[in-house]
């Protein structure tokens, strides 16, 4: 069954330091996110991007973030300079956009942790 | 722009009797409703959905969900929980017809199921 898939799993990082997470999403999607989740509390929407530019952006999505699908294959959320308060688990997650077909599928997500 | 609302952050259940997590969404256009649910350290499974047609639906694991659309409801239920279906439970709303095409997710409920 294909899968989503983000690396790297967990990622340390300095406050100020530069983060780029990655995903590949299910390779005949074409819509794409990012989501996350703090200390497993609330799923919290961040971006969602399709046809190679973003397609709605949260609150929480600021200056600090961006998003690129460098390749066929990658989408990735970069964090310029990470706070404190970026510590959250990050998810990525991808769905086709039939109306009869708009679950979004989920990758086992990537861990952040600033400090 | 939508949203849902899941009034319980926690909810617990005996084994083998019948467990209810509520969920209430708003939306501008029509409601395409999900079910997610969120074990410990894992990322989200989908479990059910709803787009159109009857209003009861089934999904994975024994789990079925109504949607009502005079309370503008769409509440997770199974007639027999288990220990095993202790778990982190979202719902989540899209309005693809009103414009929007992001996901997003109610603060989670935790059901806990006890021997």
């Known amino acids: 069954e294909p899968e989503v898939t983000q690396t790297p799993s967990h990622q340390v990082t300095q406050m100020g330091q530069e983060v780029i997470l990655r995903c590949v999403p299910i390779s005949n999607h074409l819509y794409f996110y990012w989501y996350r989740q703090i200390l497993g509390q609330k799923v919290e929407f961040l971006v969602s991007?399709?046809?190679?530019?973003?397609?709605?952006k949260s609150e929480i999505f600021d200056d600090q973030f961006s998003v690129e699908r460098p390749d066929g294959s990658n989408f990735t959320l970069k964090i310029r300079s990470t706070k404190l308060e970026d510590s959250a688990m990050y998810f990525c997650?991808?769905?086709?956009?039939?109306?009869?077909?708009?679950?979004?599928?989920f990758g086992q997500g990537t861990r952040l942790t600033v400090v | 722009a939508q949203s849902v609302a899941q009034p319980e952050d926690q909810v617990n259940v005996a084994e083998g009797n019948p467990l209810t997590v509520k969920c209430t969404y708003s939306v501008s256009g029509n409601p395409y409703l999900f079910w997610y649910v969120q074990y410990p350290n894992r990322g989200l499974q989908f479990l059910l959905k709803?787009?159109?047609?009857?209003?009861l639906v089934k999904g994975s694991y024994g789990f079925e969900a109504e949607f009502n659309k005079s309370q503008t409801s769409f509440h997770l239920k199974k007639p027999s929980a288990l220990v095993s279906d202790s778990a982190l439970y979202f719902c989540?709303?899209?309005?693809?017809?009103?414009?929007?095409?992001?996901?997003?997710f109610g603060a989670g409920t935790r059901l806990t199921v006890k021997p």
């Open positions: 709803y787009i159109t047609g009857d209003n």
């Open positions: 991007f399709y046809n190679n530019e973003i397609s709605e």
């Open positions: 997650a991808s769905s086709e956009i039939r109306v009869d077909n708009t679950e979004a599928f």
């Open positions: 989540a709303v899209r309005d693809i017809l009103g414009g929007n095409n992001d996901m997003r």
